[in-house]
């Protein structure tokens, strides 16, 4: 449980990663959004983590109603309303009739918040101030059965982060390698958390290309000080669009480099296994690519050992 407390179980500083939790790529839980809420509530149960599954997919459920009563010591995280069934179930438990206390939550769970009639039943049952205020202001609530099955989800996701940390970012990277940028991710810590900074400094300027390799970049930025290296795309070795586990680190494939799509990336691949390139031309002839993608692989620096051409072989 101490990934989604803190970064414990990764190995690594807090600092280092840029983040107090170790959540980043999992589910429900990666985005700046939910990691503050982590950061917040400190959950030591599964449980808990339904509840905050619950408060990220509502409205007006954890920004200004939770969030301050938790942070207030008005209330506990395991007693904020998270999902509209807490409401219905909490009602009961203070001996409404079971009927009322289903129409009190479809109407929260609505937007509609509590009738003074209800509320004053409420009130009656001893249900605090607090609570029905925090009722009043949400707009709309998550079913707890959702929030559930995402956070069994997640939670199966972080073990394998934590226990078989290479191939669970290699997966990561495969499934997000049309937004990957090989030639940034390869030089290290320093450049990605140059990067980083840069396009969080631009604030809601930055595109939305820049947004989605923002969260790759803190992704590659961790498994880099868990001591997992990320390797350049190699000619004779890299797959066409999936990483692949090395003893040296995982190995960039063509598609993870920007100007090379899945077509060309698969083209290689295929001519590659048809028989080892000998020069450039003869890559560029069988794997019938374009000059671009030729530049690109030769910047980065992945064409060295090829000669330009299998004439120059004769002299």
């Known amino acids: 449980m101490s990934l989604f407390s803190s970064t414990v179980a990764l190995g690594v500083e807090p600092e280092d990663i840029r983040s107090q939790v ?10 700046k959004f939910v990691r503050q809420m982590l950061v917040d509530t400190k959950p030591t149960t599964f449980s808990e983590l339904v509840r905050i599954s619950g408060f990220s997919h509502g ?9 301050d009563l938790i942070r207030a010591g008005t209330c506990k995280l395991s007693e904020a309303i998270s999902a509209r069934d807490d409401i219905m179930v909490y009602l009961i438990y203070q001996n409404l009739p079971p009927k009322l206390a289903f129409k009190i939550m479809e109407g929260v769970r609505k937007g509609k918040g509590v009738k ?36 069994m989800m997640a939670f199966r996701i972080a073990w394998f982060k934590v226990y078989y940390p290479e191939a669970f970012y290699c997966t990561y990277f495969s499934v997000r390698a049309d937004d990957f940028d090989a030639d940034l991710m390869v030089q290290g810590p320093n450049k990605l958390k140059q ?5 969080e400094e631009k604030g809601n300027a930055a595109s939305q290309k820049e947004k989605n390799l923002l969260t790759i970049l803190e992704v590659a930025l961790e498994m880099n000080y868990r001591g997992i290296k990320l390797l350049p ?4 070795k890299s797959d066409a669009t999936k990483f692949l ?15 090379v799509g899945r077509a060309a990336a698969q083209s290689i691949l295929t001519a590659r296994e048809a028989a080892p390139f000998t020069s450039v031309d003869d890559l560029r002839n069988r794997a019938k690519i374009s000059k671009t993608v030729v ?4 910047n980065h620096g992945c064409l060295n050992q090829l000669q330009l051409s299998d004439q120059m072989a004769l002299f």
């Open 59 to 67: 409205t007006d459920v954890w920004l200004n109603n939770a969030q």
């Open 116 to 151: 003074e009639e209800d509320a004053e039943v409420m009130r009656s049952h001893g249900v605090p101030k607090w609570y029905i205020e925090s009722c009043n202001k949400i707009k709309y609530m998550f079913p707890k059965a959702h929030a559930t099955a995402y956070v």
């Open 233 to 236: 795309v190699n000619l004779e």
């Open 295 to 298: 530049e690109v692989l030769q």
């Open 245 to 259: 586990i090395t003893q040296d680190g995982l190995l960039s494939p063509f598609g993870g480099l920007q100007g």
């Open 22 to 31: 170790g959540t980043y790529a999992i589910p429900e839980f990666g985005t």
């Open 195 to 199: 990067v980083i900074q840069e396009i």
